[in-house]
């Protein structure tokens, strides 16, 4: 596993692969939070893009999907229901069409993600303000201005009634770039509060003094770093004594159409690829409606769907989602995997009610043309009969023999011509499917009573089913290969005695051949495969000569559709032939359908306001990989786990001698039958039983071995500036959830961390600890153990000041599995030759991460970002192991990465981007080891001339690669962005690519259209 991880390293480096993303150092809680990111896929196409993130507290990272926008920015959005603790740590994985994966950090990102603070200091309101195309004719106090700044009005909200005594001015300044924070003044009625001004991360707040029931006019001015000012963000608000009056319905809407066109040429293969996108936001009083859409030529039948919908409606208590969705039931089990279908939310103060039911696959039948339906020649039958014999007018009944036909394609190469199936009387066609999938169907559902960060109990169950019957036992246009024939021609030529002369052989095998005949009414082809070899230097023992030997193997098969073979299957046998078939109707040679369900459940409760903070909880799954075999019946169980039928389950007996008593059946209240509608009971499920009943009786160990439970417990403390949390789960090796395939499983994890904020939470100080065990049952020895060390300090000075983060990383891990058994030693000294694959491990790894980003005006304005990244992992019996087997690849390895990010404005209307990275890894030692070093380069302009033409923008790259692979790629790049008509945007971008490896170039090219259109 650990070569292939490096060989992806290297595919995403050589071929020019690359993630750029600009990292987000600060978010605001209980907020969504967007990301994006330019994936550089080099033409070959992102079949898909996700952000992996968790916080600073959790086991497991949460998959959401990102979504293409255009060209090559994608953009996901990690919901705000997930910005609740006071760290969170992210990395970005692309999938590549060609198999490849590409991922931001390059290097190992679950082990080194991104970090994100949040920032409690202002909570944003839900609701946003979208101006329709009918506002923008009021007054000019009555409009939201500040478009050209990107600045965000929270609070209070454009024409909003409020009381006297919740007064408060809020702005985000997240989206404003190049802001000159020292320029920021805010006046209401003309008066200057600029003294008032309170700044909070990317917060501006205001809380006036002395405001008397009235109308007011905020007006908020800002100005770049290179003194440009911003449009001021203007609007209006009043304030009453009294009731609130209620305000006249206002609906609003905004929108966004685009399409975009991708053509490339990369090593002589031609790529096409179009999207087109719609979204739209409707907002009333009283709720919001949000509809998206994807489309994309990539969609194929053959595979799961990649166009993506989504409608979502939200009200005060109703939450409600159709299409593609990520919902979240259980925190382990079905947490933001998404499903196409239906997301009921209803929440009160009292009592929840999430309900989820959809599609995690849907159906596919299979491609037609590669054996999606196939003649299965091992369970097919040939029937031989001897003959008939009349003695005294008596007809004797003659001897029958039966036959797969897998048994007579080699009958017939042992003995091509004398052989019994002449005599076959009878054959019979079993068809058989593969390459397709079952719709998996899910319903789940979550209740939770009690009061939100106080108490809560939630009870959760999902089901995941797949449905046999959404695939057909058949497909009118599949395409069947049946055998025909075989023939090998071997020409030998070069003899000593002769060197001139040639000798030719011919072998030919019959074999549906002989049974073959069909009228002018079936309409089939022959198809034939060449397989050519060549040997030189052969010597013939026996005449002692020696030649040049060349083969041609032909193999050739009858190509007929399914539907032809349906209307004429009583045509194309010989008439003496009985010939019959049948469809499979289960049992194929594909993917079994499956059943899983999990029951869940978790308490939360908090004390002392919220600084004490528990949260426990389980999920028991069951999972049946095979319900195309029956239900059992509760008589079935008695011979569950022992071959007795004694009314016991796992009785056995030694000379019948009781040595386990097992459990009697009428002790278990079970009857498999009765409970089908909700699980698929048979002995396919896994685990067989959820619990072990060898021993009689159920105790505690017995309950927290489960091998499907999963449990967890996490207690969260707030005193003295520290928020210090103690987690501990254990997750059995059977426990499985359909809907979150990437939880690891049979380990136990205990975690102790502890984050203090200093100097008004100018200085944060992280500290993480993890104990992890391979393994959940304590009697095993020599199980794998890890324990983990994080330290992470961030330095946030102020505004303008450089931020500083330098984390260190320090994993143990081991079985204590450190000496060779002597008998192996000897073993290998007696045979030196033989290899031993020992289980012994024992590695250390030390990580260094340092991140400082910078503003500097000098010739300009400059956003600097330096990041140093050092991997050390030592494989402290990589000696032992070569000695044992030479061809182990030790653990041991390194990697040192720098980079340089430097975005500078010199001029108000030029800027440049700036990206060095340098990095070099190695792999193993002595005779296994590998190094590679690879250099990147990345530097663009853009030139913001008018309103119509928005920039031009021109760069370069160029990347080396030393060592295993030796390569270099220079490419240059250019695109500009035109406004047709007010927001109707067209964008153009063009890549020219030189590319080196070894003594061969190539030129490959890309160009990439955008039409985009916002109301």
Known sequence: MRIWVFFIFLFAVQFGQIIYHQPVHIAPASSDLPIEAIIDDYGYDIDNAYIFFRTFNQFDYIQVEMLHIYGELWKGIIPYNFLKSDLLEYYLVAEVSNGGIISYPLQSPSDNPLRTRVDY??????????????DKKVSSTEIISGDDSGALILSPEPNEFIQQDDVMIAVSLMAVEDLDYNSINVEINGRDLSNNLSIQGDIVTVIPDNLSAGTYLVKLYLNSNSGIAYEPVVWKFVIVLGEIPKERSVFKYSGRLAADRTQANIDQQNFDINNYNFEWKGVWDYANLKIKSKLTSLDNPMQQPRNRYTATFTSPYLNLKLGDINPKINEYAFNGYRVRGLNFDLSTRFFDFNYVKGQVLQSLQGDPSYDAMYVDLDKSSIRTISGTEIINDTINIPDTSLFSITEFIDAVHSNPVNNEFDQTDSIHFIFNRSDYEFQQDIEALNLSFGIENSLEWNINLIKVKDNPSSVNNYLGDANIWLNKSRSIQTIKTGFE????????????????EMFFSPDTSF?????????????????????????????????????????????????????????????????WSGNS?????????????SFDRQKININSGFALSMYNQNIWDPIISKSDLDTLFDETVDGYIGRIYDNNNIISSGMSLDEIDLDPEKYSKYFHINFNQIPISPIDLSRGQIGMNELM?????????????FYGGHSINYAFRQVGPEFISLVNPFIQKNIRETQISDRVGLFQNRLY?????????????????NIMESNNHDININLYPGIGLPTFSFGIGIQK????????????????????????????????????????????????????????FESNKIDYLAKTHIKLNSDYISQSSANKTYSL?????????????TFINANKYSLGEGVSFQEQDVFLFDFSTTYKLNKKIKFLKNGINYTSGSGLSKFSQFAYKMGFEYEFIDQLIFRLNYELRYKTIGSSSTKNSMVILNLGYKF
């Open 121 to 134: 200091n202002f909570i944003r309101k839900p609701n946003k303000v979208l101006v329709s195309s009918s």
């Open 497 to 512: 005695e002769n060197p001139d002369s040639t000798y030719m052989e011919y072998d030919e095998y019959k074999f549906m």
């Open 523 to 587: 309409n089939y082809n022959v198809t034939e495969i060449v397989n050519y070899s060549s040997i030189s230097g052969i010597i013939d023992t026996i005449d002692n000569y020696e030649y040049f030997d060349e083969s041609y193997d032909t193999l050739q098969f009858y190509e007929f559709s399914f539907a032809d073979f349906f209307q004429y299957d009583r045509n194309i046998l010989r008439d003496d032939i009985n010939f019959s078939y049948e469809l499979l109707n289960k049992d």
């Open 593 to 605: 359908p499956q059943d899983n369900l999990v029951i869940g459940s978790d308490f939360k409760f």
């Open 705 to 717: 071995t489960m091998p499907s439970l999963l449990y967890f417990l996490n207690i969260r403390l």
């Open 765 to 781: 100080l992280n500290y993480k600890w993890k104990h992890s065990i391979d393994g959940i049952d304590p009697t095993i020895e």
């Open 813 to 868: 891990r081991t079985n204590d599995i450190t000496e060779v058994d002597p008998e192996i030693m000897l073993l290998l000294a007696q045979s030196p030759d033989t290899v031993i694959n020992w289980d012994g491990e024992h590695t250390d790894t030390r990580k260094l991460n340092v991140l400082v980003t910078s503003q500097i005006s000098f010739l300009g304005n400059h956003n600097l970002t330096f990041n140093i």
């Open 901 to 913: 990010n430097i975005k500078s404005k010199l001029f108000p209307k030029w800027e440049t981007t």
